[in-house]
Every structure is written in C-alpha cells, then in structure tokens.
C-alpha cells in the first residue's frame, strides 16, 4: 500500500517520507497529515470486506480501527498491529434525551465502550503500532486524563515504557489511578494541561521520546475510523449532524479526514455538518470560529470541571478550522451548570458518560434553542468517555443528584421495612 506523510497546512502541503519521526512539517513546522491514494479502491468491495470481518473471530478484524485496515493508510501486517480489540462501540438510540435538547432524533455513539474507557484507545492502537515501526522503545503524552490511561494500556502491550505528564492535582483520580495502575511512569507538572504539553513537546525532541498526542499524525488515523462504524452502523445513510466535545480538537479533525476518505470513495452522499461543544472557561476555538479572527488567542487560565476539555491552547486548531469551514459545522460553549444538566438527562435515560462528554447534548440544547439546529435533525453526539472516568464529579455533585434517594437506616428488619415502604409510597 502506497502512502505518505504531508503537511497539512494550505499552501504548504509538503510531502514526507514515510519514515519522517517527527509529527511537524519540515518546512513550515505545521502539522501533517498521512495520506493514500484512494484511486483504485472500490467503496462498494471494501464495504463488503468490512462487513465480512465482523464474523471473523482474528484479533485485527476484531479491532474496530484495523477491520478497516484499507484506509489505515500506513497498515502493513498483521504480527507489527498492537491491539486491545478497540471500537466496536455501540450506537444509543436516545429519544428522551433528544426531547429534552430541543426535539432532534438523537443517538449517542459511545465510546466509553472502549478498552481503557474512552476513544482515545482508536488513536492509541495506531500510535503504539506507528512507534514499534519506528522502533522506539520509550513513549510519552501531555494528557488531561484519558491519553494517559489508553497510552499506558498500549505501551505496556507493546512492552514499550511509558511517561505521562500531567497538570498537577487537574486530573480526574480514576484516570491516574488507570494509568499508574497499567505500569506508567506519572510526572505531575504545572497547572493546566497546556503548560503540560509545551513542555513535554520541547523535552520529546531533545530526550528522543516519541510523542503520542493528537498532534501525531498516526493517532488521527486510528480515530479517523470512529466515522466508519458509525456509518457502517447507520447502513451508510450520513446524519445530519455528528456533535464532539472540543479539547485539543484532535477528534473532530480525524473525524472529518475519515468522512472526506469515504466521501470520496462515494460511501455516503453528503457531509454531515460536525458540531464542536466546548466549555465557556476553555473555549478559545469557539471565540475564534464566531470572532472570524486569522489566529486562535488561547485562554490563559482554562477553568471547567470537564477536565478532560480543560484546554487552553488546542494544538489541532487549524486542521479543526478546516473541518467546520469544509462541513458548513458548528461551534458552541456551554457552562458547566448546562453540563450538569445534560449528563442527568442522559442518566434517566440509563446512559451514563464523563462530563466532557455530556457537553456534546448541553451544545446540542443551546445551538436548537438558537434555531441552528433545526427540530427533528438527524444528530449523532460522540460521547467520548466512560461514567467510571470521573466518580469525584458525581460525589461533588451528590446533594443535586440523590436528592432524598440515598438513605442510612439501622440493620434491623423493621427499620429496613419501613424505609422501603416510605420509598414506595412516595414515589410513581
Ligand atoms: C480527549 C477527550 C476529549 C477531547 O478530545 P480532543 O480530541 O482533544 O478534542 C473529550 N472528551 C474526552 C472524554 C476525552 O478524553
Ligand atoms: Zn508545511
């Protein structure tokens, strides 16, 4: 399989070779992108091989990511692919919680169905298989939480080390605990996840640790394939609108690569419009798309208790711009009260999520109420991340939560019998 590595930037597009270690463009210092030619591959033939797959019980066609290995473009054999069986996620049907948005036809895409709790998993699969290629033998990510649990999973699976750097006392404890847990090295460093990043971005050159933030390349083409089984799950008929949580907005930019891939392979007839759903203290990506400013001004002190959003300064702006211009999207902020109130409506549904991802339905609330999604549209919210991910939320949040349903009652049989029926009697 022909592909290569080339700058993202308009203008530049310059071409590297496959075996260019770094995730910036020699030349303009942008970020890159890997690209196949598409010419030659039939959307109808691989369609049928995917679907074929699905009875397959082979570790790489049990992988969500690899099943669609044809466009995965850098994907070479079968015994280099380090996997832990990611995606495969289910599609949510959730008309109560599209009633209380505004009246869309919601279904949710849930990626906290995933091995480590969230869809950074589909990148990781791809960046840890990429750094063996290269072989490195130690890898490293700036992370609000996630990056470094799905990292520390697939590094210890490919018998690489691992070193996370995280904004000190800012991350959600279960995503630490999952990462210390999966034998990650943990270095707490500086106040928000941006700080973080710079750092750790400048160390990687000089220590030679191979970085696998979304500014690299290969994760993009693993998470590139969320858009392929959502398609493949909706029988390709394309939605209206597909709504993400906005972070260093490395999701919505693989995201929109994969529709543009089966877009031109004719697999769908017409481009979603993508939605990103930001939180009002981190949404420097939101002011610039309504501002029409040229260059995004990051917030200093990025402030949510979506910590997994908590970012000031998105790496992936630019390739995020495109994807909104390209898709007629959308950009929203939302509070993190809206917040609050969107992940309880997915709850009395039984859909349970981490703040950042119920963002995604707060956005969607705000942006029907506004009239710019309109009633009855065909909307998919990416909930990326998993209930478990962040308990201390809902034990802040307890009193607003339990009201009333949380009861201590003395271990007699008698105590136990009148609490139930003073349950049962007060309640529909
Ligand atoms: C990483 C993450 C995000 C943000 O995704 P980006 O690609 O950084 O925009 C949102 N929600 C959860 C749960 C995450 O882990
Ligand atoms: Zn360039």
Redesign the pocket.
């Known amino acids: 399989m022909s592909w290569h590595i080339q700058c993202a930037e308009d203008g530049c597009h310059a071409r590297h070779r496959p075996d260019y270690p770094s995730h910036q463009c020699q030349k303009c210092g942008g970020l890159l992108e890997v690209r196949r030619d598409l010419n030659g591959l039939s959307g109808g033939a691989m369609r049928a091989t995917w679907v074929e797959r699905r009875l397959s019980n082979l570790p790489l066609d049990r992988s969500g990511v690899w099943r669609f290995r044809e466009l995965v473009s850098f994907f070479h054999d079968a015994a280099s692919v380090i996997t832990l069986a990611e995606g495969r996620t289910p599609l949510l049907d959730a008309p109560g919680t599209g009633a209380w948005a505004g009246g869309v036809d919601l279904t949710v895409k849930h990626q906290g169905a995933n091995p480590t709790g969230?869809?950074?998993d589909l990148g990781m699969t791809a960046a840890i298989t990429r750094a063996l290629a290269l072989r490195v033998s130690v890898v490293a990510c700036a992370s609000?939480?996630?990056?470094s649990s799905s990292m520390a999973a697939y590094a210890a699976r490919a018998g690489l080390r691992a070193l996370v750097f995280v904004p000190a006392g800012k991350v959600a404890a279960a995503k630490l605990a999952q990462a210390i847990d999966l034998g990650a090295f943990i270095i707490e460093l500086g106040e928000n996840f941006d700080q973080a990043f710079e750092l750790v971005r400048k160390a990687s050159a000089e220590l030679g640790l191979y970085l696998v933030n979304?500014v690299n390349p290969f994760r993009i083409e693993g998470q590139k394939t969320l858009a392929f089984e959502l398609l493949e799950q909706r029988d390709w008929r394309a939605p209206d609108f597909i709504v993400?949580?906005?972070?260093?907005?490395?999701?919505?930019s693989a995201i929109t690569k994969g529709l543009r891939e089966i877009s031109t392979l004719g697999l769908i007839q017409k481009m979603p419009r993508l939605v990103v759903i930001q939180s009002a203290g981190a949404d420097a990506f939101c002011r610039l798309m309504t501002s029409g400013a040229d260059e995004l001004v990051p917030v200093a002190q990025p402030e949510t208790e979506a910590t997994?959003?908590r970012?000031g300064n998105?790496a992936?702006w630019r390739k995020a711009r495109r994807a909104l211009i390209e898709t007629q999207g959308l950009c929203e902020s939302v509070s993190d009260e809206e917040i609050f109130e969107a992940k309880r409506a997915l709850a009395l549904e039984g859909i349970g999520c981490?703040p950042?991802?119920a963002a995604t339905i707060a956005g969607i609330r705000r942006l029907c109420a506004a009239g710019r999604i309109p009633p009855r549209a065909d909307v998919v919210a990416v909930l990326?991340?998993h209930q478990l991910?962040d308990p201390d939320y809902v034990a802040r949040h307890a009193a607003e939560i339990e009201s009333g349903r949380r009861l201590q009652v003395e271990p007699t049989a008698d105590a136990l019998c009148g609490v139930v029926e003073r349950i049962l009697k007060a309640s529909p």
């Open positions: 969230s869809f950074k609000t939480g996630n990056t979304s993400v949580p906005g972070g260093n907005l490395g999701n919505v997994a959003i970012i998105p992936n981490e950042a991802s990326t991340g991910k």
